[in-house]
């Protein structure tokens, strides 16, 4: 299976200040058609998960342009670029090209 | 709108049955896969399988096969998940999501399904 490893587990951030989430993938990502498939998933305390981010850098619909992406092959960023109250809960990172599908292991975001 | 609905809460015996379910509506069910996660207390997410509506072919992760049935009624655009005997193990919340085949699941998610084994 393929293991993605998420950096760090806890996000203390103050509010207005920039947040990075790492996530690094035991195999690569890419897909024969050029494509790079990883996704980001925002889960807020007692809700359900929402995806922001697919194919690396694509925002999901309504999704805050403070939220992106990038990375390549192995290695992936979640950047925010000014964190907000409603940015707190709990940040997946997830592989859809291998099978079975994988999630990282996720990263806790709280304001410090 | 996209909406997946998902069945209420349940409470259960170890050795019991179980069946949860999942409604669509706003999209066409039958051509989209639906996914199911599973998020045990307090901790991440794991994908269990997929079901395409359309023709219920099943693919299951190695580590829920045998242990669940996916199944769906594309009459009343409605996924099931359900066990034959819950174990202790098997508390958690269930959630479906919908997956629009290719490598970006998981686009819409329904509520969740809490799920509680208790003798």
């Known amino acids: 299976d393929v293991v993605l490893t998420q950096s760090p587990l806890s996000l203390p951030v103050t509010l207005g200040q920039p947040a990075s989430i790492s996530c690094t993938s035991s195999?690569?990502?890419?897909?024969?058609?050029?494509?790079?498939?990883l996704n980001w998933f925002q889960q807020r305390p007692g809700q359900s998960p929402r995806r922001l981010i697919y194919?690396?850098?694509k925002r999901d619909s309504g999704v805050p342009d403070r939220f992106s992406g990038s990375g390549s092959v192995t290695d992936f960023t979640l950047k925010i670029s000014r964190v907000e109250a409603e940015d707190v809960g709990v940040y997946y990172c997830?592989?859809?090209?291998?099978?079975?599908?994988?999630f990282g292991q996720g990263t806790r975001l709280e304001i410090k | 709108e996209v909406q997946l609905v998902q069945s209420g809460a349940e409470v259960k015996k170890p050795g019991e049955s179980l069946k949860i379910s999942c409604k669509g509506s706003?999209?066409?069910?039958?051509?989209?896969?639906i996914g199911w996660v599973r998020q045990m207390p307090g901790k991440g997410l794991e994908w269990m399988g997929i079901?395409?509506?359309?023709?219920?072919?099943?693919r299951y992760s190695p580590s829920f096969q045998g242990q669940v049935t996916m199944s769906a009624d594309k009459s009343i655009s409605t996924a099931y998940l359900q066990w034959s005997s819950l174990k202790a193990s098997d508390p958690a919340m269930y959630y479906c999501?919908?997956?629009?085949?290719?490598?970006?699941?998981?686009?819409?998610w329904g509520q969740g399904t809490l799920v509680t084994v208790s003798s």
């Open positions: 079901i395409y509506p359309g023709d219920s072919d099943t």
């Open positions: 997830m592989q859809g090209l291998h099978w079975p599908i994988t």
């Open positions: 194919e690396v850098s």
């Open positions: 999501a919908r997956h629009a085949g290719g490598f970006n699941p998981f686009d819409y």
């Open positions: 706003g999209y066409s069910f039958t051509s989209y896969w």
């Open positions: 195999q690569s990502l890419v897909y024969s058609d050029g494509n790079t498939y």
